[in-house]
């Protein structure tokens, strides 16, 4: 096998990780307490981080540095994972991970807001057929809107939505003190809380737990947040980021086909539309991104590595995206 190839490899297999993340987290809040797992699985992701936390005495932080971090942590973690998590228990796997590909268009919106990034017009066409198709996921087949499926789609966009906002914000300190760090930084101060939360129930969650479950955690834990990534980076040192961002539009086609054939989901007709339709405001949002086209006459710069660049990501591309991916 060529680098080529194992570059390709090595991307296929970092998407096939976060696709399927939906599907692994859907099969393990079905059968525990959401955030008792979530205490779980972050306390071992964070234990990974000890090395470079303890590194980090010799770091000069400010305390303005030290409440951004904080911050983004709770927004990254907290903000993000309790309420995915309750919604994926609520929706199937396929439509949450359509909902988690929204992340780029609040990305868009929130450095709009607070970024004061233009608003073109292929952002608004963009968001608008990406909420449709959000509505489209929501409505069941008669035409109606199910209480719970509705609950579990707006918690889901909470989540994306909070992911936004972590990812706006990290930036400065990523650009400061490197990936890494930051990365340590922003687990820790969203664990603790989450840890502290569900105290009371992650052993009796833990004791409850079958082979298969544990298995699972361990993919969604190890896999996902650490495997996935590496291989991401592996494959981003061998093509351009151009390239490889193509394979993430991947990434609801895998929740999808995941949840069919590991947890016997149904795929209705109205899922798949809106899924198209998410997909398609994806695609119309960054092809009117000006950003994301070189200027006439000048070569083209190579790209940093992202863990996400399929997410329009205005605040996430480049240094941003590398701050860590610690969601499914």
Do not use: K
Not at 135 to 157: H, R
């Amino acid at each position: 096998m060529t680098g080529r190839a194992r570059a390709f490899a090595a991307i296929t297999g970092s998407v096939t990780l976060w696709g399927l993340a939906p599907v692994w987290t859907r099969y393990l809040v079905l059968r525990a307490d959401p955030l008792a797992l979530l205490g779980i699985r972050f306390a071992i992701c964070s234990l990974l981080y000890l090395p470079v936390l303890a590194g980090l005495r010799h770091t000069a932080w400010t305390r303005r540095q030290v409440a951004a971090a904080v911050g983004c942590g709770l927004a990254g973690i907290v903000g993000y994972n309790v309420p995915m998590a309750y919604g994926i228990q609520r929706v199937p796997a396929a439509a949450a991970g359509v909902l988690i590909c929204t992340e780029p268009i609040w990305i868009a919106l929130l450095s709009v807001a607070v970024l004061r990034h233009r608003l073109t017009p292929g952002l608004l066409c963009g968001t608008a057929a990406a909420c449709a198709g959000v509505v489209t996921l929501a409505v069941d087949g008669g035409l109606s809107v199910g209480s719970g499926m509705f609950l579990g789609c707006a918690l889901v966009l909470l989540g994306a939505f909070m992911w936004g906002v972590y990812s706006v914000s990290v930036g400065p300190l990523v650009r400061r003190f490197g990936t890494v760090p930051v990365s340590a930084v922003t687990l820790w101060a969203g664990t603790l809380p989450l840890v502290v939360l569900s105290s009371g129930s992650m052993a009796g969650a833990a004791r409850t737990m079958t082979g298969a479950a544990w298995l699972v955690l361990a993919l969604l834990a190890l896999g996902s947040n650490l495997v996935g990534t590496l291989l991401w980076n592996y494959g981003l040192a061998q093509i351009p980021s151009a390239q490889a961002g193509m394979f993430l539009y991947l990434y609801p086609v895998i929740s999808f086909l995941g949840g069919a054939t590991l947890l016997s989901e149904r795929i209705t007709a109205h899922m798949v539309v809106g899924g198209a339709m998410v997909v398609s405001g994806l695609l119309i949002a960054q092809a009117g991104d000006p950003a994301r086209r070189p200027a006439s006459g000048r070569a083209r710069d190579p790209e940093p590595a992202r863990p996400e660049a399929l997410r329009l990501h205005a605040g996430e591309q480049g240094v941003v995206e590398q701050a860590g991916r610690h969601h499914p």
